[in-house]
C-alpha cells in the first residue's frame, strides 16, 4: 500500500500522502485511489501544486474529462485547456474579477449545495480541485455524506422518497440567483435531465440519497411540493454530523465523488483574489434513471 490515509471526519473524508501526484502515477497506485474514494468519497492531498498540463494528466488516469458548462455557454477561458473548469474568481487578463463580471454568477452558484453537472446526460464521477491562491477568510468549501444521510433518514421518509426522481436543469439554480438571460438555444442544449433520488452507488454498495439544488421538479408530485421535499432532503443531508468543511491552503489538491456527496463553497470577500482549477471524470457506467 503506497497511499496513507487519515480520516478527517467519523464518517467520510480523509487526508491522502505518501504519492507525489506531479509524477506519473503506477495502475497500483490509481487502483488505490479509486479504492480510497469508494470508501472515503473525498480525498484531500496536501502540498501538491500542479501547473496546467500537470493537472490535466492526473485527472486522466480517472476517465474521461468533462468541459463544464462552457459547452453550452461558450464562454472564454484563461486556461490552456478546455478540461480545466475556472473555479475562481479571476478575469480573463488576470485581474480579480469585477462584481459585475458574469462569471461571478458561477462562483456564486457554487455555494448552494450540489454535485458537479448532474444536469448533463452523461453522468459524471470525480470532481478534483487544485488551489493556487486561496482566501485568507472564508471560501472553505464543505461536502455532505449522502450514504450516511440515506442511513439516517426516518423510515417513513425512505418510503416516501424511493422510487421518486428529480428532474436536474442547468440552469435552475442560476436562474434563482437571478440570472435568466439564457437563450433557447442554450436553455435546449442542456435539457434537463432525470436521475433517482435515491440510487445505490457502484463502489461501495451502499444507497445514496441525492438531493440537489439542481432539480426543478420531482416525480408524481407538483412543482412546489417536489420543491419543498428537495428542500427537506437538503437540509437533512447537510446536517454539520454529515458535512466535512475543507480550509483551504495553496498547493492542496481535494477529489471527491460526485455520486455519494454534495458539497458547496462558502462565502468570500470577492475582491480577495481565489484561483481554483477542477477536473471532473465521466462516469463509464452510468447511474441512470429508469423513469
Ligand atoms: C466546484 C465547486 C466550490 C468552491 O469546484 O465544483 O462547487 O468552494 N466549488 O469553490
Ligand atoms: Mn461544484
Known amino acids: 500500500m503506497t497511499l496513507k490515509l487519515k480520516p478527517l471526519h467519523p464518517l467520510f473524508a480523509a487526508e491522502a500522502g505518501g504519492v507525489d501526484l506531479r509524477k506519473p502515477l503506477d495502475e497500483q497506485v490509481v487502483r488505490e485511489i479509486d479504492a480510497a474514494m469508494d470508501r472515503h468519497a473525498v480525498l484531500v492531498f496536501r502540498g501538491q501544486p500542479l501547473e496546467q498540463a ?5 485527472a486522466r488516469y480517472f476517465g474521461p ?3 463544464g458548462l462552457r459547452k453550452a455557454t461558450g464562454a472564454p477561458t484563461r486556461f490552456n485547456y478546455d478540461e480545466l473548469i475556472d473555479i475562481g474568481n479571476v478575469a480573463l487578463d488576470g485581474s480579480v474579477a469585477e462584481r459585475e463580471n458574469t462569471k461571478l454568477i458561477g462562483v ?3 455555494q448552494l449545495w450540489h454535485a458537479d453537472s448532474t444536469f448533463q446526460d452523461v453522468p459524471v464521477k470525480y470532481s478534483m480541485l487544485s488551489a493556487v491562491v486561496v482566501t485568507e477568510e472564508g471560501g472553505e468549501t464543505q461536502w455532505a455524506d449522502l450514504r450516511a444521510a440515506w442511513d439516517a433518514l426516518p ?13 436536474h436543469s442547468a440552469f435552475h439554480s442560476r436562474i434563482g440567483l437571478g440570472d435568466d438571460k439564457y437563450t433557447d438555444e442554450q436553455l435546449k442544449r442542456f435539457a ?3 436521475r433517482p433520488l435515491v440510487h445505490v452507488h457502484p463502489g461501495s454498495g451502499r ?13 408524481g408530485l407538483t412543482v412546489p411540493e417536489g420543491r419543498l421535499l428537495v428542500a427537506e432532503l437538503l437540509e437533512h443531508a447537510t446536517q454539520p454530523e454529515f458535512v466535512y468543511t475543507h480550509t483551504w491552503r495553496a498547493g492542496d489538491y481535494v477529489m471527491w465523488d460526485n455520486r455519494s456527496t454534495l458539497h458547496r463553497g462558502r462565502r468570500y470577500d470577492l475582491t480577495a483574489r481565489r484561483d481554483l482549477r477542477r477536473t471532473t471524470t465521466l462516469e463509464r457506467d452510468a447511474v441512470r434513471a429508469v423513469a
Do not use: C, F, W
Not at 54 to 58: D, G, T, Y
Not at 155 to 167: D, F, L, N, Q
Not at 207 to 219: A, E, N
Open 65 to 67: 474529462l468533462d468541459a
Open 192 to 194: 434537463p435531465v432525470e
Open 108 to 110: 456564486l452558484a457554487n
Open 54 to 58: 500537470e493537472q490535466v494528466a492526473l
Open 207 to 219: 444507497k445514496v440519497l441525492y438531493p440537489s439544488v439542481h432539480i426543478d421538479r420531482v416525480s
Open 155 to 167: 423510515e417513513k421518509t425512505k418510503r416516501h422518497v424511493e422510487g421518486r426522481t428529480g428532474r
